[in-house]
């Protein structure tokens, strides 16, 4: 299993940037789904950004296209979450997690994925 730590995560005013990044340590040289998610007070965890670990498909959720970009550095082994035009909405412990079985996609279905940080807090003030 690979083993992941966030960090990055803090409070900002609406409207504010963070980045987020999460370190991939253990066996990290095969192609797998990997990606961040959040879960807000009192609701589900859900699919933010996700990607293939060697670039191909990368999937956001609606709520964050245009505000949030995804990425990876292959030579640090750390995925990002670079966000931006942050709002109250966005508040959440975010995740970083990942998955070897390609063949059910990359895309952000919570369940797929089997393998999980232990979270960054995000906290939004209006």
């Known amino acids: 299993q690979v083993q992941l730590v966030e960090s990055g995560g803090g409070s900002v005013q609406a409207g504010g940037s963070l980045r987020l990044s999460c370190a991939a340590s253990?066996?990290?040289?095969?192609?797998?789904?990997m990606g961040w998610f959040r879960q807000g007070p009192g609701k589900e965890r859900e699919g933010v950004a996700t990607?293939?670990?060697?670039?191909?498909?990368?999937f956001y959720a609606d709520s964050v296209k245009g505000r949030f970009t995804v990425s990876q550095d292959n030579n640090k082994n750390t995925l990002y979450l670079q966000m931006s035009s942050l709002k109250p909405e966005d508040t959440a412990m975010y995740y970083c997690?990942?998955?070897?079985?390609?063949?059910?996609?990359?895309?952000?279905?919570?369940?797929?994925?089997?393998?999980w940080g232990q979270g960054t807090q995000v906290t939004v003030s209006s």
């Open positions: 997690a990942t998955h070897r079985r390609l063949w059910v996609g990359c895309a952000l279905f919570t369940s797929d994925y089997n393998n």
């Open positions: 253990g066996y990290t040289h095969s192609t797998y789904c």
């Open positions: 990607m293939r670990s060697d670039g191909a498909g990368t």
